[in-house]
C-alpha cells in the first residue's frame, strides 16, 4: 500500500499533570486513512496522550509538537480541533442532565458546520440526516431523545461515544479505552460500527489495555507505551505478542535502555 | 487556562438611563408624603386611610434581619417615594405619550406602538411611579376582562379593590409589605370574570429610571370562578452606584376551579463585580386559592438585583386547590438572593410542587427557603419538593433552608435536592465535540433549568434562556 500523506506528526511530546510529568517524549506518525493502536500498562500514560490531543486543559504540555495537517494542534482551543476534524471518544463520557441526546448533537454538528461554512440543520432536517448515520451504522433511534450519558449503562455511554463518532464524521478519531467496561456483545457491536466507519480519509487511533477489540479491528499500526515512552512500534501481530507475554518484558526493556 | 475562574462578566445591557423631565417628589417618609402620593394618584378617602393605617404599622416594624443576606443599612429617609415622567395628566391614546417613554421600552424590546406589538400579548408599562401606556385594554373589555394601571382601578373599580386588596397580604404581614401599602404608586390590576380564559397572555414591564428612588408597585390580580389568566412581569433599570430599594406586592386570588399563572422575569441591576450599585428587591408575593379546585402557579426566572428577597407563596385553602412554585435564581459577581416559596396547605387534597434551581457563579451567594405547612384540616395532601443547586466556580455559595411543618397525619411530603458543580470535565466535552466554552456553559445551566424553563409562556422562554446566558456570560474561564 503506498503511504498516504501524514495527518498527524507528534514529535518528542512531554507533559505533564499537576506537575507529574506523565508523558515523557511520545513521537508518532499517523497517515491519511490509518488505523493506529496504542497499547500498554495502567500509568503508562495513553490516556493522557489521547486528552493532550483534544486539549483537555488540565494537561501541560512542557515540550514537542504536535502537527494536524501541517499545522500546530497544541495551539488550538479544543473546540478549534474538534471543528477541524478532531474527535476524542472519552473514556468516561459525562452526564448532561435535561439536554437530549439529540439536541446536543444538532447543535454539535451545527457547530461543526458553521466551521465549513455549511448552511446549519433545523431538527426537521438533522432528524433526516441522522436517520441515515443511523441506518448505516444499523443502529436505531432509542438513544436520541434521552439526556446525553443521564442514566446511561457503562455500555451506553460508550456507545454513545462511537454514535456521536458517526455523526460528527471527524477525521481523526481518537478511541480512548472504549472497549473498557463493555460486554463481548457490545464490544462486537461497537468493533463492527467503528469499521464501518473506516475510510481511506479517516483516520484512528485506538487506545486500549487489552488486545480483544483488535480481534475485531484490525489496524494498520501498533505501538507500545510504558512510562510515558513509545518502546515497540509493529504491526497487528504485536497485538498477539503482548496478549501472550504481558508487558513486563517490554517494561523492562524500557528501563534498560 | 486551567481551572474554572470568574472573570469580567458581560456587561449589562439594560444599563441605559432615559433623560426625561421627572417631577420627583423630595426624599423622605412622613404622612405627609403619603398624603402628597395619595393626592396625586386622586385618590378616595378611603385608599388613603388605608395608607396611612399602613404607615403607622411600618413605624412599629423593624426591617428582618434573618434573610442569608449581607448589606448596609438602608436609610428610608433618603429615599424618593415617588418620581414620574412629566406629561399631560390624562392619556387618551399613546399619541400622547411621550415619544422617548415609548422608545425606552422599545429598547428594552417591549412594543406598546400599536402597530410593533407582539401579537398575543397585552403590556402594562410602569415607568418609576406611574403606568404609561397599557395596551390592549379595550379588545380585553370585550371579554370583560379588566387589565389597568392600579391607580386607575381604584378610582373606576373601587368595589374589587376594596373587596381583594390586603386579603392575602395583610398590609402587617412584614416590613416591607407595610412600606409597600403605604407608599405604592402603581402595578397592574386584573380582573377576570366568571368563566372567561382570558385571551392574551398579560404583561407588566416595570423599569426604574430615576435615581435615589425606590419602586413600590403593587399589584392585585383576582380570577373568578372557572376563569384562567396567564400573567409576566418583566423588569430593569439603569446601572448605577447606588442602591435603590424596589418592594412590591402582589396579590393573586383564585375563586372556586379559576386558574392563574404568574411568570416573572427579573433582570434588575445586579451591581458590578465589586459590588457596588444594584436593586435591593425586597418583594412579597402571595396567591390565594380561595375556591374549590383553584390553581396558582409561580414561575420564576431571578437573574438580576444586588439582593432578592422574595418568597411567591400559595395559601391552598380551597378544597382541592393546586400551588406551584418553579424557580431558577441565578446569582453572580457579588449577588446574594435569599429565595423560595411558602405553600400553606389548609384545604382537603390539596396539592403543591416546588421546583427550585439555584445557580451561583462568582462570589454570588444563592439561598433557598422554603416552607411546607399542612394544617390540621388539610386531610389528604401532598407535596413534592426538588431543590438543585449548581456551582460555578469556587468562591460562591448554594444554601437550602427547607422548613417542613405537618400537622395532619395524612400527609404524604416528597423532598429531593442535590447540589452539583459545572466540572471542567464537562465542559470540555461540549467543546471537545466543537462548542465554544460559553454556548457549553449555556448548554449545561439550560439542560439544568429545564424544568422550570418549561413552565414559562413560549414567547418568554426563549427570552429567559437567553437572558440566563447573558448572565453567565464570561463567569467560566
Known sequence: MAKGKVMLEVNGLRVAVAGNEILKGVDLTIRVGEVHAIMGPNGSGKSTLAQVLAGHPAYEVRAGTAKYDGKDLLDLKPEERARAGVFLAFQYPVEIRGITNSYFLRSALNALRRERGEAELDPMDFLQFLEGKLKAIGWDDSMMNRPVNEGFSGGEKKRNEILQLAVLEPRLAILDETDSGLDIDALKTVAETVNKLRNPNRSFLIVTHYQRLLNYITPDVVHVLADGRMVKSGGPELAHELEAKGYDWLRDAAMVS | ?477
Not at chain 2, 124 to 149: M, N, R, W, Y
Not at chain 2, 240 to 256: F, P, T
Not at chain 2, 286 to 305: D, L, P
Open chain 2, 1 to 477: 487556562m486551567t481551572g474554572i475562574e470568574a472573570h469580567v462578566q458581560q456587561p449589562y445591557k439594560y444599563g441605559f438611563v432615559t433623560d426625561i423631565e421627572s417631577e420627583v417628589v423630595p426624599a423622605g417618609l412622613s404622612e405627609d408624603v403619603i398624603r402628597l402620593i395619595s393626592a396625586k394618584k386622586d385618590e378616595p378617602e378611603w385608599m388613603l386611610e388605608w395608607r396611612l393605617k399602613a404607615y403607622r404599622n411600618w413605624l412599629k416594624m423593624s426591617e428582618p434581619h434573618w434573610p442569608n443576606v449581607k448589606y448596609g443599612p438602608i436609610d428610608y429617609q433618603a429615599i424618593s417615594y415617588y418620581a414620574a415622567p412629566k406629561q399631560k395628566p390624562k392619556l387618551d391614546s399613546l399619541d400622547q405619550v411621550d415619544p422617548k417613554l415609548i422608545q425606552t421600552f422599545e429598547k428594552l424590546g417591549i412594543a406598546i406602538e400599536e402597530q410593533k406589538r407582539l401579537t398575543g400579548v397585552a403590556v402594562d408599562a410602569v415607568f418609576d411611579s406611574v403606568s404609561v401606556a397599557t395596551t390592549f385594554q379595550a379588545e380585553l373589555a370585550k371579554f370583560g376582562v379588566i387589565f389597568k394601571p392600579i391607580s386607575q382601578a381604584i378610582r373606576e373599580h373601587p368595589e374589587l379593590v376594596q373587596k381583594y386588596l390586603s386579603t392575602v397580604v395583610p398590609i402587617n404581614d412584614n416590613f416591607f409589605a407595610a412600606l409597600n401599602s403605604a407608599v405604592f404608586t402603581d402595578g397592574s390590576f386584573v380582573y377576570v370574570p366568571k368563566g372567561v380564559r382570558c385571551p392574551l397572555e398579560l404583561s407588566t414591564y416595570f423599569r426604574i429610571n430615576a435615581s435615589s428612588t425606590g419602586q413600590f408597585e403593587r399589584t392585585l390580580i383576582i380570577a373568578d370562578e372557572g376563569s384562567y389568566v396567564s400573567y409576566l412581569e418583566g423588569c430593569s433599570a439603569p446601572m448605577r452606584d447606588e442602591h435603590q430599594l424596589h418592594a412590591a406586592v402582589v396579590e393573586l386570588v383564585a375563586l372556586d376551579r379559576a386558574t392563574i399563572k404568574y411568570s416573572t422575569i427579573q433582570n434588575w441591576y445586579p451591581g458590578d463585580e465589586e459590588g457596588r450599585g444594584g436593586i435591593y428587591n425586597f418583594v412579597t408575593k402571595r396567591g390565594k386559592c380561595a375556591g374549590v379546585n383553584s390553581k396558582i402557579s409561580w414561575t420564576q426566572v431571578e437573574t438580576g438585583s444586588a439582593i432578592t428577597w422574595k418568597y411567591p407563596g400559595c395559601i391552598l385553602q380551597g378544597d382541592n386547590s393546586i400551588g406551584e412554585f418553579y424557580s431558577v435564581a441565578v446569582t453572580s459577581h457579588k449577588q446574594q438572593a435569599d429565595t423560595g416559596t411558602k405553600m400553606i396547605h389548609l384545604g382537603k387534597n390539596t396539592r403543591s410542587t416546588i421546583v427550585s434551581k439555584g445557580i451561583s457563579a462568582g462570589r454570588g451567594q444563592n439561598t433557598y427557603r422554603g416552607l411546607v405547612k399542612i394544617m390540621k384540616g388539610a386531610e389528604g395532601a401532598r407535596n413534592y419538593s426538588q431543590c438543585d443547586s449548581m456551582l460555578i466556580g469556587d468562591k460562591c455559595g448554594a444554601h437550602t433552608f427547607p422548613y417542613i411543618d405537618v400537622r395532619n397525619s395524612t400527609a404524604i411530603m416528597e423532598h429531593e435536592a442535590s447540589t452539583s458543580k459545572i466540572g471542567e470535565d464537562q465542559i470540555f466535552y461540549l467543546r471537545q465535540r466543537g462548542l465554544s466554552s460559553e454556548d457549553a456553559v449555556s448548554m449545561i445551566v439550560n439542560g439544568f433549568c429545564k424544568e422550570v424553563f418549561k413552565e414559562l409562556p413560549m414567547e418568554f422562554a426563549v427570552e429567559a434562556t437567553r437572558l440566563l446566558g447573558i448572565s453567565l456570560e464570561g463567569s467560566v474561564g
